[in-house]
């Protein structure tokens, strides 16, 4: 029987994606995401911040990586991987990551707490639609 190894996460990117290719051409993009979740302490109840290596391969990370940029809210799923190494100096390494199959931008990068709205330009924006202000006109019932 084969074991259960699945992971969805919601997160934001900590920083820029790195694209990379082996040298047989083979593109890996690489990237980390922090999740939070809320614990209670002491009666209160406090953010407390994970971060997650990410892993996506081939012509799926070519595609992506030009929109995974630092600040970018994105759901991922995918499946953890365990690699294992020994150092230079003689000591077993481990890191654990998630191999990304699917990713879904639910959000930009979060906004300026102090944003301006942009001025009023003389030329109108021909993609916005102007909202009437009666909307009983408009109505047909």
């Known amino acids: 029987m084969q074991d259960l190894n699945s992971v969805f996460m919601i997160g934001r990117m900590v920083r820029d994606a790195e694209l990379k290719y082996t040298n047989t051409g083979y593109a890996i993009l690489n990237f980390s995401i922090a999740s939070n979740r ?3 302490k002491d009666e209160q109840w406090q953010d407390v911040v994970s971060f997650f ?3 996506i391969f081939g012509k799926r990370a070519e595609s992506i990586a030009q929109y ?3 600040g970018k809210q994105l759901a991922i799923d995918g499946a953890l991987s365990q690699d294992r190494w020994t150092d230079k100096d003689g000591n077993k390494r481990n890191v654990v ?7 879904q931008f639910i959000g930009g990068k979060p906004q300026q707490a102090a944003a301006v709205a942009p001025a009023a330009s003389a030329d109108p924006d021909p993609d ?3 909202i009437a202000d009666n909307f009983d006109d408009d109505i047909p019932f």
């Open 38 to 40: 809320s614990v209670k």
């Open 53 to 55: 290596n990410c892993t």
């Open 97 to 103: 990551k998630i191999l990304v199959d699917k990713v």
């Open 128 to 130: 916005v639609v102007p």
């Open 68 to 70: 995974m940029t630092k």
